[in-house]
């Protein structure tokens, strides 16, 4: 176990409703990165938080947006969802925002149906 | 942007048969990690290499660093039905991740 948390485990939404997915990260840790994994392909970033500030974003439209609190967990909001938002996301958790290329330890996930 | 390419896509082994993964960039990366995705699970970190021709062991997992720094492998020796899932390498530039696209390992028992 990581002491990754994240919540929802599994969500059903239709299109064009919005969606806030939640994560705790590690005791210590004060990064915290999103990805979204689509069937059968490898996670990919989304943005990543440090120290309460967004820290780097990946290709993803700004309808995905982000916040993190001071004791460093963090919130994925998305707006207007897609079919194609359908996706596990995963939050990982890591210290001072990558710059030592520290591990990433990765939550158990959120599954998101998008009808 | 920096991309890694992972191949094959897909294997199968007979249990006790080895296994081997790889990874390829166009770039000189700064570090590979890999990682292991159970079915229905979340990737779970395995290992980091960081060093030019870097070699690491665990247990029957052998993790490769090429000597330019742009291509790794993971190789299993004598599989098990326990290794079956999905191995992803990937690198870490300023603390986002860049994965492959994974190879996944089917073990026949």
């Known amino acids: 176990e990581t002491g990754v948390t994240q919540s929802p485990t599994h969500l059903i939404k239709t299109r064009g409703q919005q969606v806030t997915l939640r994560c705790s990260s590690q005791?210590?840790?004060?990064?915290v990165s999103w990805y979204q994994q689509a069937l059968g392909q490898g996670p990919q970033f989304i943005f990543q938080y440090y120290r309460e500030e967004e820290n780097g974003r990946g290709n993803f439209p700004p309808r995905f947006s982000g916040l993190q609190f001071p004791n460093y967990s963090s919130e994925l909001n998305v707006n207007a969802l897609e079919l194609d938002d359908s996706a596990l996301y995963l939050c990982?958790?890591?210290?001072?925002?990558?710059?030592?290329?520290?591990?990433?330890?990765f939550g158990p996930g959120t599954r998101l149906l998008v009808l | 942007g920096q991309q890694v390419m992972q191949i094959p896509q897909y294997q199968h082994v007979q249990e006790g048969e080895d296994f081997t993964t790889y990874c390829n960039s166009s770039?000189?990366?700064?570090?590979i990690q890999w990682y292991k995705q159970r079915p229905g699970g979340h990737p779970v970190f395995l290992i980091q290499l960081v060093k030019s021709g870097e070699v690491k062991k665990q247990k029957r997992l052998t993790f490769q660093f090429g000597e330019a720094k742009k291509n790794s492998s993971l190789h299993i020796t004598a599989t098990q039905t326990t290794d079956v899932g999905t191995y992803f390498c990937g690198t870490s530039n300023t603390g986002k991740l860049i994965f492959g696209q994974g190879t996944t390992l089917q073990v026949k028992p």
């Open positions: 990982a958790s890591s210290l001072e925002g990558g710059l030592y290329q520290e591990t990433q330890y």
């Open positions: 770039t000189t990366l700064s570090n």
């Open positions: 005791s210590g840790h004060n990064t």
